[in-house]
Structures are given as structure tokens and as C-alpha cells.
């Protein structure tokens, strides 16, 4: 085998393992991923013969209008239910939720509670930080019924998939539980925005580097060269658009990246056209010159 037949067997070698080594990353940073988040914590567990359990989701993120979306499902335990199959309450009870307004959810004997959506307010946060920006919500509950209070268990579970959610409860659990959350973007939200930036970036300098080259070597005008940096120029705008959560414009993303990306795109592609227009034109001089009698 001739020593260059083994370099390009090395090198074939050597992108088969970088490219297993890449997947093997990916599937290990979803697998966390998905251990991680969505999943069903148990903040507050009363020891009680007789209590409610709260299964609450955040969902539907809205830090524009610095609200979310609560999914809050009421489940008997001990005497509260009854079986068999899905555990209806025996009696009556009021379950109190309080997230900016007071919400009253009441189940009815012998009956399966219905889940409830709660809209809960987002504060701590500002949305044009964005992909950095975190957010904090606190939501109250309690239950009672003819007797009095009822103690109140807690199961929260984050079902956004552009948020990842940090809870803790506070308070006992024969009163009422306070559920104190700090919100944070996905790490997938931050993966993909990182890459963004930086495609955005090495974007910018490969067509300001194009344009260099049209410029100092004088070929005149290239169109296919000046249509790629005209089509990279409104690509951007697309894949900016395209940013999970739908961050507004003039976000921490726009600054960093594509602002400056769009304006080094335009002064290239304006200093390319710049240059090749006076190419052209004494190009068209000297053949006039050479060809008097021309048309």
C-alpha cells in the first residue's frame, strides 16, 4: 500500500471517528436532556390519611405578556377517594390557586376532577435578554372542605420544551404550599442559539472575504458571487426569525450577532458592486479606445 493510500486511509478513519464521537455526544446531551426536564417531581407529600394532590405542568410560556400557562389536576387520596379505576372524590372540595387572581377549583362526590388551565404571572425577567433571559413565578394553594382545611400535596412536572423549570414548595402541608419556580431556557433553546450566533458570524466574514477578493483582484462583475451575498444577506433575516421562542427584535442575540452580520453583509456586498461597476465601465473605456469605430 502506497503511503498515500494509507494517509487517506488514516484520514478516513480519523472522520469516521470524529462523526461517531459527534453523535455519540448529541444522543448523550438528549438522554440528559430528557432525564432532566419533563419530568414528575414531588415537592410536598403530606403524611396525612386524607389529602389532595395537586398535579401542576407549566406550559405555553409567554414572557412577552409575563404570563404561562398552568395544567393543574386534582387527585383524592386516603378517605378523599374512591375507587375503583381513576380515584373520584367521596365529598366535595375547594382547591384554592393563587397566581396573580383567585382561582377556585371544586370537585364533585363521585366524580373524577376535570384538569384546569391557570394562568399565572412571570416576573424577575426581561425577554430581550434573550437567550440568557430567566424568569420567576410563585403560585399559592390550598384545599378545604365542609370540614376544614385539607392538607395539600404538590407534583409539578415543566412541559414547555423552550423552558426548563427549577421548583421548590414552601410551606406546610396542612396549609397552604407556596410553589416558587425559577424558569431558564432549554439547554436545546441555548444550543441552538449559540449556533446561530455563530453561523451568523462565520456567514458575515465569508462574504466580507468574497468581497475582499472581487475587490483587490478587479474581475469585475461576478454575478453569481454577488447573488450568493445578496441571498446571504436575506437568508439571515430567515434564520433569524427562525430563533426558538420567538425572541423581538432587538434582542441580546440581535446585538451580538445580527446586526453586525447584516451590516457587514451589505458594505461588502455595496463595496463588491462598488468595485466591479468601475472595473466594467473601464473595461468598456479601453475597448472604446482600442475600437474607435465600434458601436
Not at 434564520?239 to 452580520?261: C, K, T
Request: proline share 7%.
Amino acid at each position: 500500500m502506497s503511503a498515500l493510500a494509507r494517509l487517506r486511509g488514516r484520514r478516513f478513519a480519523v472522520a469516521v471517528v470524529l462523526l461517531a464521537l459527534a453523535c455519540g455526544a448529541g444522543i448523550a446531551l438528549y438522554l440528559d436532556e430528557r432525564d432532566t426536564r419533563q419530568q414528575h417531581r414531588a415537592l410536598v407529600v403530606p403524611n396525612s390519611p386524607a389529602w389532595v394532590e395537586l398535579n401542576v405542568a407549566s406550559q405555553d410560556f409567554d414572557p412577552g405578556a409575563a404570563e404561562l400557562t398552568l395544567f393543574v389536576v386534582a387527585v383524592p387520596h386516603g378517605g378523599l377517594a374512591q375507587g375503583p379505576g381513576p380515584p373520584a372524590f367521596t365529598r366535595q372540595v375547594e382547591v384554592t390557586i393563587g397566581a396573580g387572581a383567585r382561582t377556585v377549583l371544586r370537585t364533585e362526590p363521585g366524580q373524577v376532577a376535570a384538569p384546569h388551565l391557570v394562568q399565572a404571572g412571570l416576573y424577575g425577567g426581561t425577554e430581550t435578554d434573550y437567550p440568557f433571559d430567566r424568569y420567576r413565578f410563585t403560585v399559592s394553594f390550598s384545599a378545604s372542605d365542609s370540614t376544614g382545611a385539607v392538607p395539600v400535596g404538590i407534583v409539578f412536572a415543566d412541559a414547555d420544551p423552550f423552558f426548563a423549570v427549577h421548583p421548590t414548595a414552601d410551606g406546610p402541608a396542612s396549609g397552604t404550599v407556596v410553589l416558587n419556580a425559577r424558569a431558564t431556557r432549554a439547554r436545546s433553546t441555548l444550543i441552538l442559539a449559540w449556533f446561530m450566533i455563530a453561523a451568523m458570524w462565520a456567514l458575515a466574514l465569508a462574504v466580507m472575504a468574497g468581497a475582499e477578493v472581487l475587490y483587490r483582484g478587479g474581475p469585475g462583475m461576478v454575478w453569481p458571487a454577488l447573488g450568493w451575498m445578496a441571498a446571504t444577506l436575506f437568508a439571515l433575516i430567515g434564520m433569524r426569525n427562525a430563533a426558538p421562542g420567538g425572541p423581538p427584535i432587538g434582542s441580546l442575540i440581535d446585538y451580538v450577532a445580527f446586526f453586525w452580520a447584516e451590516a457587514i453583509i451589505a458594505t461588502s456586498l455595496t463595496a463588491a458592486v462598488i468595485a466591479g461597476t468601475r472595473v466594467e465601465r473601464r473595461k468598456r473605456a479601453e475597448a472604446a479606445q482600442a475600437d474607435p469605430g465600434g458601436p
